[in-house]
């Protein structure tokens, strides 16, 4: 599996746009790039998935350079409520069973 | 349609005790994951299961630990014996197909967790 990096915390308030860059240097070919959501006392959510370029959903979108060495997940007007962790997670078809969170980054929403 | 539900929310033990922790997957799902989450880290997978079969329990501690889907009722985490260091949240995760195709999602949907306290 290929290992990531992001930022462990973020600050941000409301009605900004939040982008958090995860690093994924030894991606393999067919990995695929996911972001889960977590809410304090709640289980993750899944947000996006993307292999290349840029996919957009109703709740984020998410960058992806042409190397795919990193990605970048965009929230755009984050609310109070946005406030959570966001685990970036990649991998292939035989990891999407048995998914690897890492730290995650911790995104705080202020007024 | 319902989603993943799981019980007991907080579940608190004495150590030597055994805990039984349970999931009942979305309906239409077949394929269950068990995660675990220590205090301000990540989740961490323990095993996954198929209708009455285990297909992948690499995660999953050899010892006091031990999971079940049957073929009727919840997906069922158990734990013997229980130590201190067995203090965490407990997630369960359900998906309709085993794993993502070319082009597809393999979205796992969680759970909202069992904490479980050892005392």
């Known amino acids: 599996l290929a290992k990531t990096t992001q930022p462990i915390s973020m600050d941000s308030y409301e009605g900004q746009e939040v982008n958090i860059t995860c690093s994924h240097n030894?991606?393999?070919?067919?990995?695929?790039i996911t972001w889960y959501q977590q809410f304090p006392s709640q289980g993750p959510r899944f947000i996006i998935q993307g292999y290349k370029t840029k996919v957009t959903n109703e709740v984020a979108s998410l960058f992806i350079p042409a190397d795919r060495k990193s990605s970048t997940l965009s929230l755009p007007r984050v609310s109070l409520s946005d406030t959570a962790v966001y685990y970036c997670?990649?991998?292939?078809?035989?990891?999407?069973?048995?998914?690897?969170f890492g730290g995650g980054t911790r995104v705080l929403v202020k007024p | 349609n319902a989603g993943v539900m799981q019980n007991p929310r907080h579940l608190v033990r004495r150590r030597g005790q055994e805990a039984r922790l349970r999931c009942s997957p979305m309906k239409g799902h077949s394929h269950v994951y068990w995660y675990r989450q220590l205090p301000e880290e990540g989740l961490k997978f323990m095993v996954y299961?198929?209708?009455?079969?285990?297909?992948?329990e690499s995660g999953m501690p050899k010892e006091r630990f031990s999971a079940e889907f049957p073929k009727e009722g919840p997906s069922i985490l158990r734990i013997q014996q229980v130590v201190r260091g067995d203090s965490a949240a407990y997630f369960c995760?359900?998906?309709?197909?085993?794993?993502?195709?070319?082009?597809?999602?393999?979205?796992?949907?969680f759970g909202p967790g069992t904490r479980l306290t050892v005392l």
């Open positions: 997670l990649v991998g292939d078809k035989a990891a999407g069973n048995k998914l690897t």
């Open positions: 030894n991606i393999a070919t067919n990995d695929y």
């Open positions: 299961l198929q209708k009455e079969n285990i297909i992948d």
């Open positions: 995760a359900s998906s309709p197909t085993p794993a993502w195709e070319p082009g597809a999602i393999n979205t796992q949907y």
